[in-house]
């Protein structure tokens, strides 16, 4: 309703009338000017609305908005408040306190706040509004709690602070819990919005130790080289160069005692199969290099099983494939393959660019171990042609041999697309059956500069630079040793500091202030 300052009285009061209210009314309609009868105006039917300037706190913050009014009636306080204001006449939107009378109130965040007092007629008089007092207040009050978080109500998923003074608004819960040899306990704080429940809860981190594993399978642990796969060639733990596998080609009896031996000797003392397991990848999966004559590196360890390999003047019946070594692009290429010689010499051969003939490179005799010895194998170009290098695992047998001195020999593998695409693969190699072959590889690795080391490895190769390309081998995909670390919610001895803005109520009056009604 609408309102004017009475600098008689020097209140507020309701303007009962406009101009237009009592047009066409004599003096004689009226007994006095607030009072009327005609139905005018009947005392109560109305309410007076007082709205304040908008108040800039300077910041925002919680604050408890503060306001005392004295009327001739009972007031009701409403409060506006926003962090940003536009200059107009009223902040926008509903208020976020209606006050009314006798109510516990809530505190408030903003930055700008605005008052709207109502006062009702009473039954002889209407509304006035003598003064108005507020105040916004930021003051914060805190207290400490201290004990065993399993005393207070709740579950250790959620906990609730035993608070003795009284909040309108909770900013913070702040504390720590006592750690213990197995338990790092921290608190973190949940819903404050009920400002009687300061809600909590204790989490302490636990570690699991997790040992290290190995997951064993065939994987080029540099690139992600697609490998192609062809019979069924495994990753086995029975034998390896280096833990924890090796990949086999052809399948041996893993029934027997050790790595091969069978219970009944003789031919069903192992299994080979019939057909030819390999792994291939092709040089439009890799790029060696990108310039044509570009020096590149193949080397390997590969171990031919052989059921008496070890012993002198025996057969050791070794299990050759037919080939286990192809590097070619249809019409050029390098074979290498071994075979038994003399008594008990393991003998390795190459082929170069598909001719008929097989030449030696070096024979081993006695191997070290039983089923046959680990040989490494490294095959490269630099510009002075293709070289081939044999060693034994004891390092007591190192053979290389120059198989072409041609300076141009394969110039054109340039991993682009204008070079013909080569295809590298390893196994057991060729006339599917004609040979049951059974051997093992590991650490397969090509690299694009002419390695030279004049020895064989003596340890497990590892990426070394932009150089290395590929690197195959079986069991490299490792879990090292770690901790498995949760977070659970537990109790524990805890201080806590409890912080926000005392009790804010409604009076009998109506009035919003601090305190207890």
């Not at 024979?363 to 490269?380: C, H, M, Q, T």
Request: proline share 4%; net charge negative.
């Amino acid at each position: 309703m609408t309102s004017y300052y009475d600098p008689q009285s020097r209140t507020r009061k309701s303007a009962v009338y406009t101009w237009t209210d009592i047009s066409g009314i004599t003096w004689a309609d009226l007994d006095t000017w607030e009072l009327a009868d005609g139905n005018q105006y009947t005392l109560g039917t109305q309410t007076l609305v007082f709205l304040t300037d908008v108040i800039d706190h300077g910041k925002v913050e919680a604050v408890n908005p503060l306001c005392t009014v004295s009327a001739n009636n009972t007031v009701n306080i409403k409060v506006y408040a926003s962090d940003t204001f536009d200059s107009s006449s009223q902040i926008s939107g509903a208020p976020v306190i209606n006050g009314g009378q006798n109510a516990t109130l809530q505190g408030v965040s903003g930055r700008y706040f605005q008052f709207q007092i109502e006062v009702e007629d009473t039954a002889t008089a209407l509304a006035e509004i003598s003064s108005v007092e507020f105040n916004i207040e930021p003051r914060l009050q805190q207290e400490a709690i201290s004990g065993n978080s399993a005393t207070h109500t709740g579950t250790t998923q959620v906990r609730i602070a035993p608070i003795v003074k009284s909040y309108s608004k909770l900013t913070s819960v702040t504390g720590n819990a006592k750690a213990e040899i197995d338990k790092v306990p921290f608190i973190t704080i949940g819903d404050l919005g009920n400002p009687e429940e300061p809600r909590y809860t204790v989490f302490s981190l636990s570690s699991t130790p997790n040992d290290s594993s190995t997951t064993i399978g065939i994987v080029d642990v540099i690139n992600d080289t697609t490998i192609t796969q062809v019979g069924t060639p495994i990753a086995t733990q029975r034998t390896y160069k280096w833990s924890p596998a090796s990949i086999e080609f052809g399948t041996v009896n893993p029934a027997g005692d050790g790595l091969y031996y069978g219970d009944g000797g003789g031919s069903a003392a192992y299994i080979t199969t019939t057909f030819d397991d390999a792994i291939q990848i092709a040089s439009d999966d890799f790029t060696i290099g990108s310039t044509s004559g570009q020096d590149f590196t193949i080397e390997f360890w590969v171990k031919i099983w052989g059921r008496f390999a070890h012993q002198s003047g025996v057969d050791p019946e070794y299990a050759h494939p037919d080939h286990f070594f192809n590097f070619t692009n249809g019409s050029e290429g390098l074979r290498l393959k071994t075979a038994t010689q003399g008594t008990n010499n393991l003998e390795f051969f190459y082929q170069l660019d598909n001719d008929s003939t097989y030449t030696s490179i070096v024979s081993i005799a006695n191997p070290l171990i039983a089923e046959g010895d680990w040989y490494f194998v490294r095959v490269k170009r630099t510009n002075s042609g293709i070289r081939v290098r044999i060693v034994n695992s004891a390092g007591d047998s190192d053979t290389e041999v120059t198989v072409d001195a041609d300076s141009d020999k394969w110039g054109n593998i340039s991993g682009d697309s204008t070079g013909s695409v080569w295809t590298l693969s390893l196994g057991d190699l060729d006339n599917p059956g004609s040979q049951q072959a059974a051997l093992y590889m590991d650490d397969i690795k090509i690299s694009s500069v002419a390695e030279s080391s004049t020895y064989a490895p003596g340890a497990p190769f590892i990426p070394d630079g932009a150089d290395d390309i590929v690197l195959i081998n079986a069991g490299t995909t490792t879990v090292y040793p770690t901790s498995v670390t949760e977070v659970i919610p537990v109790d524990a001895e805890v201080n806590l500091v409890i912080t926000g803005l005392p009790k804010m109520v409604s009076d009998a009056s109506g009035n919003i202030i601090e305190g207890e009604t």
